[in-house]
């Protein structure tokens, strides 16, 4: 895969499953990452042109993250090597293993992200 990195592509996936688009408080919760964590992901997905922030008219203290046309872009060019990806990482590992895995990484993330704010 090109241009983004893993943890970049696992934020942009997780923009896919919102009906609209997601403020910065949702994206976090959904990807159990911290404010913090997921704020600076963004920020690298829209210096690389992925993602923008707009204002949310119904709220104007929230941000609302909006994917942009180089995801499809990027989407076509590396599709092959995504489900090649996934298959490969996930091949032979059960479902219930797969969700105790993403429910401890994602502890593992939260405690991090305690850490680095304390630094």
């Known amino acids: 895969m ?4 893993s943890k970049q592509w696992f934020v942009l996936g997780a923009l896919e499953y919102f009906d609209s ?10 990807l159990g990452y911290s404010h913090q964590n ?7 997905l829209e210096e ?6 707009e204002e949310d008219p119904a709220d104007k203290r929230s941000i609302r993250i909006y994917g942009t046309n180089k995801i499809k ?3 076509q060019r590396n599709t092959k090597n995504a489900q090649m990806f996934i298959e490969t990482l996930f091949d032979g590992i059960s479902n219930e293993n797969i969700e105790i895995v993403s429910d401890v990484l994602n502890e593992f993330y939260k405690r991090l992200d305690k850490i680095y704010e304390k630094i």
Do not use: A, D, H, M
């Open 38 to 44: 997921t704020k600076q992901l963004l920020n690298k």
């Open 48 to 53: 690389k042109g992925y993602v923008r922030f």
């Open 2 to 5: 090109e241009e983004i990195t």
């Open 21 to 30: 688009s997601p403020t910065l408080k949702e994206l976090s919760s959904q």
């Open 73 to 75: 872009e990027w989407e």
